[in-house]
């Protein structure tokens, strides 16, 4: 169980994530998107541009101060050699009261030239060392980071057994509107958006192979030839769970891992990492299904370095209709 509270928890949460959604807005407002985007730092983790520079530095900032309340673990890039920081610095780990594990800027390559929204991710669990895993998160928030052009904003956020929630801010004149996010309840992909990412030149053949079998296999047109199902790639884990949590896609697979291991990767590309995918929880209380490659649940430790394959269904209708054709492509060719 957390420590304290899931409501004080979720307001510390979003408290942080509208200053992180301050600040990247007034990026955006006083900076070109060029400079903007220039590379300060490359890992294995991911690509660091300026936008995240000053955003970082913000969550450090929070995360310090609010450990002077309560001691946690916090995890993210760019805050220690492996991502895991026990705050204050200093503490015991074992008195860590809870891990937060953070995204600041889902969504990086889009937010800095201004094209698409980013998610600001958190996940919260209690603290049981490195072992802990995706599965023991008990809170999930995210907020939507909106482009210059958007005056309107989303954040949702779950506790475990008690649902998701939403809220859409008036960024104009703070008016906030209350909303339950609903997954699609369609039974089949037809007329709607589905997609397995393929976001980077490495695997795309494969994965975009992959793809276009499992649709042929489920029909994807009509007796015209014209398509029936609609691919968006949003470059943003957390933009994919927001699309599937709210009703708008039916079906998004990150299979990315999987691919740089049929294709003999020895040091895989960029996948998502278990921060990328910390709000899963969101999408599971709403009523859509979170899988791993295999079908199971995420179990992934929450390591910054960490590949995460998964799967998500926005029903358990759409689940049984496209998993075993999708495993049988996966696994048995």
């Known amino acids: 169980m957390l420590p304290l509270p899931s409501d004080h928890l979720i307001s510390r949460v979003r408290t942080l994530h509208e200053h992180i959604r301050a600040e990247v807005r007034a990026q955006l407002l006083h900076h070109s998107s060029e400079w903007l985007a220039q590379a300060t730092e490359s890992t294995d983790g991911d690509t660091q541009f300026r936008i995240d520079l000053r955003v970082e530095e913000l969550l450090l900032q929070f995360c310090r101060e609010w450990a002077q309340e309560v001691p946690f673990v916090l995890v993210a890039e760019g805050i220690a050699e492996d991502g895991w920081l026990v705050l204050p610095e200093g503490t015991d780990p074992a008195d860590a009261q809870f891990i937060l594990i953070a995204d600041p800027i ?10 698409r929204s980013a998610w600001c991710l958190t996940g919260i669990a209690p603290n049981r060392g490195r072992q802990t895993t995706l599965a023991d998160i008990q809170i999930a928030v995210q907020t939507e980071l909106p482009t210059t052009r958007q005056h309107l904003a989303d954040t949702l956020w779950a506790v475990g057994g008690q649902g998701t929630y939403g809220e859409r801010v008036n960024l104009l004149d703070g008016t906030i509107t209350p909303f339950r996010p609903i997954p699609s309840r369609s039974t089949d992909l037809r007329y709607g958006f589905a997609c397995i990412a393929n976001f980077f030149p490495d695997g795309k053949g494969w994965l975009a192979g992959l793809e276009e079998q499992l649709y042929r296999r489920l029909g ?7 398509p029936l199902v609609f691919a968006d790639q949003y470059l943003s884990t957390g933009g994919q769970i927001y699309e599937l949590t709210v009703g708008h896609d039916r079906f998004v697979a990150d299979l990315r891992p999987v ?6 990767y020895a040091q895989p590309p960029l996948c998502a990492h ?7 929880l969101i999408a599971l209380e709403a009523g859509a299904i979170i899988t791993d490659e295999r079908g199971n649940p995420l179990q992934t430790p929450l390591d910054i370095r960490e590949p995460v394959a998964w799967v998500g269904y926005a029903n358990a209708d759409l689940r049984r209709l496209i998993e075993p054709v999708l495993q049988q492509l996966l696994w048995e060719g």
């Open 220 to 226: 994807s047109t009509d007796a015209g030839g014209n």
């Open 259 to 264: 691919a740089f291991q049929r294709l003999g």
């Open 274 to 280: 278990p921060y990328d995918i910390c709000t899963e």
């Open 106 to 115: 889902d969504g990086t390559r889009m937010i800095m030239y201004d094209k």
